[in-house]
């Protein structure tokens, strides 16, 4: 017998059909599942939340990646922003979606440079989440029980996505990537800021619809370029979805069907659109000039 799907829409309902508030339901679930109790959970997303400190503090010291493609970005953009304050103006991006950016080019080059990471949902995503919470936390004063509240939200929502489509790249082309990393990310901001569970997952679709179709494309194989900006231009992605689902723009499709779509998109993406570096950016002239020498030189 076929197992039914998970659904955001379903959850949200259920809910609401035992009188508990989303959160509630869902460490309650969560607890269920762990075979844990709510604190437990509360607990183990708080160390994960530290992991995200340590990752983006680590990327901040400017680490370049093994390959030397990489590296330096988030330090690059924290003088970007400091200068602009001296100006005393707050940048295009403004002061939360630029902390947020540059949180995430952080953890996004700490993973390339092999440090410790949270694959939220994969490593190639994993600057996204702890951008956007650190950014709130620190330019919204959002408090850090708050902020791993939203990380059981974002928890959740991969869960529905990954049951639904896929997290990956070689399945589904980076919409399944960066584009769920977005989605989770969009749908604790609106929890954090107090929306409800219909906001949330109209934050989720508005992610899809505006994400749907991209490709995974990484030069030589390697989780760097385009990986680590397309991470921050993620979390732009994020916080345009959640503030219009908070200003009560819905979304004409859930995000049920929004998540279903994008598989479908993935799975008909062609083969070398699918992390397998043989299309798309990965097959640039500049692209493959420089395959071809660092190969030459790992292989000595």
């Known amino acids: 017998m ?25 460490l309650e679930r969560s607890a ?4 844990t109790d709510k604190q437990s959970v509360l607990e183990r997303m708080g160390g994960m939340f530290r992991v995200m400190e340590e990752s983006v503090a680590f990327g901040m010291t400017g680490v370049k990646s093994n390959s030397g493609l990489t590296g330096g970005s988030a330090k690059k953009m924290k003088e970007y922003i400091e200068a602009q304050q001296i100006k005393t103006q707050p940048g295009l991006l403004g002061p939360v979606v630029g902390t947020a950016v540059m949180y995430a080019l952080a953890a996004a080059e700490a993973n390339a440079a092999m440090g410790r990471i949270v694959a939220a949902p994969t490593a190639g995503a994993s600057g996204i989440l702890p951008g956007v919470l650190l950014a709130l936390k620190e ?10 509240e939203g990380l059981v939200v974002a928890g959740v929502i991969g869960e529905v996505i990954a049951n639904r489509a896929s997290i990956a790249g070689a399945t589904g082309g980076c919409q399944a990537e960066c584009g769920s990393g977005a989605a989770m990310a969009a749908g ?48 732009v992605q994020c916080f345009l979805a959640a503030e219009l689902a908070l200003a009560g723009i819905g979304s004409f499709i859930p995000a049920d069907e929004a998540i279903d779509a994008m598989d479908k998109v993935g799975r008909s993406l ?19 000039a420089w395959t071809e020498k660092y190969f030459k030189g790992i292989s000595g």
Do not use: H
């Open 2 to 26: 076929k197992k039914d799907k998970l659904s955001w829409a379903q959850m949200v309902c259920e809910a609401e059909d035992k009188g508990l508030t989303l959160i509630d339901f869902l």
């Open 32 to 35: 269920a599942q762990l075979e």
């Open 188 to 235: 604790a901001v609106v929890y954090v800021f107090g929306g409800t569970g219909k906001q949330i997952g109209d934050a989720v679709s508005i992610v899809f619809k505006n994400m749907l179709g991209l490709v995974c494309d990484p030069v030589a194989g390697l989780v760097e370029v385009p990986c680590i900006k397309r991470n921050a231009g993620s979390v």
């Open 139 to 148: 330019k919204c004063q959002v408090s850090r029980e708050k902020l791993v």
């Open 270 to 288: 062609p083969r070398g659109l699918r992390e397998t570096a043989e299309g798309g950016l990965a097959m640039t002239p500049t692209a493959r």
